[in-house]
Each structure stands twice: as C-alpha cells, then as structure tokens.
C-alpha cells in the first residue's frame, strides 16, 4: 500500500456564495464520500480543512500579506492522505470528489517514503 | 420479619451472583489482589452458610446485610489463623496482632469502590479481550464455569483454562493495584469501556438461543458501567456515551425476539414492547455524555441507536452521517455493512450498490445478507445466491429463519444448506 495525498483546489467563487442549501448539500456529499473510503479502508488520515478568512503569506524581505488570494484565484482549502496500491486507484478516488461538481479540483501526490529514490 | 421459605430457591442464585462479586471484591481489596481465591473461598462459605441456616430459620429481613455480617466474621476468623500461623512458625511478629483485628466494612461506597477497583484490574490488556470478558463475568458478575461456557457456547474446560491462564496474567501485573488514581484511570479506561462494551454486545448479539442468558450479559455490562459513571474518578463522557448506548440497545431487546426465541428485525418490531423507561435513560445519559466536546465511537453509536428510537424515514440521513464518522473513526467490517444499509435507505439500492461494488467480505454472513437486501429488487438470483451464502455462514438458527424466509419471500428455495 502507498499513501497519496489528495489536494483540494478552488477558487474564489465568482457569482458569490452558495447558499446554505447548496452548502449543506456540498457537506454531505463531502461526507458520504469520505466515508465511502474509510468504508473500503483506503482512509489513511483525515487531513483538515484549511481556513478561507484567517491566512498570510510570508515573503522574503519582511513582506507578509493577507492571505494566499492576493495573487492567486486558486487557493488550497484542504488536504486527506489515501491508501491504495497504486496512483490510479487513488485517481479514481479523486474523480468521486464532490469539490469537482463546485468548480474545484483535486491534486494526487504520493506521499515520499525513505525507501522512495523516485 | 421472615420472608416466605419457598422464595429461598430462587431468591439465592441472584443474591449469590450479586453478592458474590462484592463480597470478593471488598475482602479482596483488604487482603491483597494476589490473595483473590481467599476472598472467593470466604464468599463461597458465606452462601453455604446462608443456604443451610436460612432454609432453617427463614430468610433475614435484609439477606445482603446478613451476608456481610457472616463474610466479616470469616474473614476475620481467617487473619486469626493467619496470624496463629505465622507467630508460631515466626514467634514473635510485631503488629499482626493488629491487623487481626481490623473491621471489614461494607458500606455501600466501600462496596462500590471495590468494586470500581475490580473492574480496572481485570480489564487489563495482558490478556485478550475474550478472556478478559469471562474474567468479568467470573469475577466482577459471580458467574459461576459453566454459566459462562452457556453464555459462549463453549465448553466447560476451554472456559477454565482460559481463566486459569488470565489469573495468571493478572496476579504478575495488575494484582499489584490497590487503590485508582487519576493516572491508573486515564491510562486504563478506555480498556475498561471496550471490555465492558465487548460483554454488552456478546449478550445483545449472542448466538445464543436463550434469552435469559443474553439479557444477564447485558444487565451485568450496564450494571459495571453505572458503577463507572457513578464515581467522579471515572464518570468519563465515553462513558457517559456507553451507558446511553446500552440503554437504547437494551430497550429494544424485549421487542428483538418473539416468544419462539426467533430474531425479529427492527423494521418490523413491535413498537409497544419498546422499554420506555430505558428509552429515557438513554435520552439523559446521551445528554451527559454530550456535555463535553468529546466524540467517542460510544458517543457516535449511541446517537445511532438514539435515532432508533424515532419512527419514520426521516432518521435514515442523520444514521448515514453518524455511520460516516463512525467508519472514519474506526474502521470495522460492521459499520461498513451497516453504513451501507444506511446509504441504501437514503438513496436507495442501487446507489448502495455502487458503494459496495469494491468492498467483499466473503467469509461474513451478514455482508451476505446485505448483498441479498440490496439485490432484491434488482436481480432476485443474485440475491437469492448472497442469501444462500449468508444461510451456509451463520451460526445462529434465529438469523437461519430470518434468512430461509426472505429466499422464500422471492421465491426461491432455501433448502440447500443443511
């Protein structure tokens, strides 16, 4: 078994927020997919969820500024670390994912183990 | 005041099985833990007392007072000998003489800590979980051998043997303990809550045709973790959480079995047979247990069995987000198969399906019968062939019926297995 971990991209919704349904929606697609990998036992570590309203940026030469949007649409709101024997397996994980159907995407990396020389 | 002669029979097999284990754990706290047998022998003198003089002279008012009085005079005659023993072999021993006559109290808070004390010794992890549960039911229940080979369907001398080699497990760690403290506890008690929920579900989901002997487990599991919640030192959220599990689950086992011992599903229990009192139990300890921002596997299972308790579909996708936790938490064969069983009803069969079409568990009789569930509708041969393996897996003959009679219900034939 390798570990992969699964990046959640998204960018800064352009027709506003969505409204408590459609978000109450997202949380439990989000959950029924999550669970639907802890249930084939494939879910190495939850991860976390990354804050939207309270981030900075931190530059060479003393410059700090607010948050990771400043120049970038697309930011990071998130990350899990799948187990699956290889990185198509936690492909096709990744193409379940429900930040898919809101405009986002998903990164898959494996996870550099000591052994690793790739 | 005598009670009646003839309740003597039934009176004493629960008095003893209560009686017992405090008894053992009161003098066992005062002798030592290594001394356990003196204890058990002294509690076990006691009843033979009971039984002869009580079936003469009525029983007492107050047996268990009775009792206590008896097993402190027994164990102060035992020091006596004791010291006797050792001041002519030694002489002269300096302070025995005191020790000799130091009272053996029962009062119920000497009693229940005791009994907390029991608790923790014999959950150690040295031993398996399995032996642990009949050392629980040996020690802390007052379970005689052969109650518990019932219990477990097993033989007399695998249970024997089994608890002859956890004793030994016991008296080279955790005999040693005499009182808890706040350390013992935290690095224990979360061994503690999984035995005692291990010897709830051997009793809620027994194999074992006999009702009485199931409810026992569960009364016996429920009892140990009121004595945990009841004391500050242990009176843990999770426990809180296991209490309220165990009441919502035991609330539910009049209505679990018809009066042919058969297993009835929950869809098609009869509401009215439902305990309302346990109901509520459950209700207060669940709010207990939620009072911090802990959220334990008990904690998940209880808001579960709490959604039971509602009629109605409306429950299905709050059960489906409780069992998306619960698998994250803690990954289990049952909770995959319950949790798509959920799914299905929230979303129906087919998308369940989908869900289980990477997972098999082809040696489980309950993924069988998932698998012939969800298929019903869709395919009857598939379902018939997962209900015909989930027939050749199980144990039980209450699960064998439920099955046989669904593999008719789609008519197909469910004489295959012997």
Not at chain 2, 58 to 85: C, E
Not at chain 2, 126 to 133: A, C, F, G, K
Not at chain 2, 164 to 174: A, D, K, P, Y
Not at chain 2, 355 to 366: A, G, H, L, T, V
Request: with cysteine; charged share 25%; net charge negative.
């Amino acid at each position: 078994m390798k570990e992969f971990v699964l990046i959640f991209r998204n960018s800064v919704q352009e027709g506003g927020n969505p409204s408590p349904e459609q978000m109450q929606q997202l949380l439990t697609d989000w959950m029924n997919w999550m669970g639907g990998i802890a249930a084939q036992d494939k879910l190495a570590d939850r991860g976390n969820r990354l804050s939207m309203s309270e981030g900075k940026t931190v530059k060479p030469g003393d410059v700090v500024t607010d948050g990771p949007y400043t120049e970038v649409k697309e930011f990071i709101n998130g990350y899990i670390i799948v187990k699956t024997a290889n990185i198509e397996d936690a492909v096709s994980i990744a193409r379940e994912c429900p930040i898919l159907n809101v405009g986002g995407h998903v990164e898959v990396r494996k996870v550099v183990s000591p052994d690793d020389h790739s | 005041m005598n009670v009646n002669n003839e309740h003597i029979d039934t009176l004493i097999p629960h008095l003893f099985r209560q009686e017992y284990a405090k008894i053992t754990a009161v003098l066992s706290r005062h002798f030592g833990l290594q001394h356990i047998e003196v204890a058990e022998d002294i509690a076990s003198e006691t009843f033979v007392k009971a039984m002869s003089h009580w079936a003469v002279h009525g029983i007492p008012a107050s047996p268990a007072a009775w009792l206590y009085t008896v097993a402190k005079n027994k164990a102060k005659d035992y020091l006596r000998r004791q010291v006797l023993f050792e001041s002519e072999i030694k002489n002269e021993i300096k302070g025995t003489e005191k020790e000799a006559e130091q009272e053996f109290e029962f009062s119920e808070e000497i009693i229940a800590d005791s009994q907390l004390l029991m608790i923790f010794v014999v959950c150690d992890p040295v031993n398996p979980p399995s032996t642990q549960i009949c050392l629980a039911l040996q020690i802390l229940c007052g379970f005689s051998v052969e109650e518990i080979a019932g219990a477990f369907l097993s033989n007399r001398e695998t249970i024997k043997k089994r608890l002859h080699r956890g004793r030994v497990n016991l008296r080279t760690n955790s005999f040693q303990l005499r009182s808890l403290n706040r350390m013992e506890v935290d690095a224990r008690m979360s061994a503690v809550l999984k035995t005692i929920y291990l010897l709830f579900n051997e009793g809620y989901f027994s194999q074992n045709e006999k009702v009485f002997i199931r409810k026992d487990l569960c009364a016996e599991a429920m009892r140990l973790t009121l004595l945990l919640v009841e004391n500050q030192l242990t009176n843990s959220s999770e426990a809180n959480a296991l209490l309220a599990l165990m009441s919502f689950q035991s609330s539910r086992l009049n209505a679990r079995t018809n009066e042919l011992g058969e297993a009835i599903l929950y869809e098609d229990q009869d509401r009215e047979l439902w305990d309302q009192f346990l109901m509520q139990k459950g209700y207060y300890y669940l709010g207990k247990a939620f009072a911090d921002k802990v959220v334990s596997k008990y904690h998940l299972e209880a808001g579960i069995a709490c959604w039971h308790t509602t009629g109605g579909d409306a429950k299905w996708p709050q059960i489906l987000q409780l069992y998306n936790q619960l698998i994250m938490l803690e990954y289990s064969p049952m909770t995959v198969i319950n949790r798509a069983f959920a799914f299905a009803k929230v979303y129906g069969c087919k998308q369940a399906l989908k869900e289980m079409e990477k997972i098999d568990f082809p040696q489980n009789s309950y993924y069988h019968g998932l698998m012939g569930f969800l298929y019903s509708e869709l395919d009857v041969g598939q379902a018939i062939g997962h209900y015909r393996k989930a027939l050749a897996l199980t144990g039980s003959v209450a699960e064998q019926r439920v099955i046989a009679g669904r593999i008719e219900r789609l008519g197909g034939r469910a004489d295959v297995v012997a």
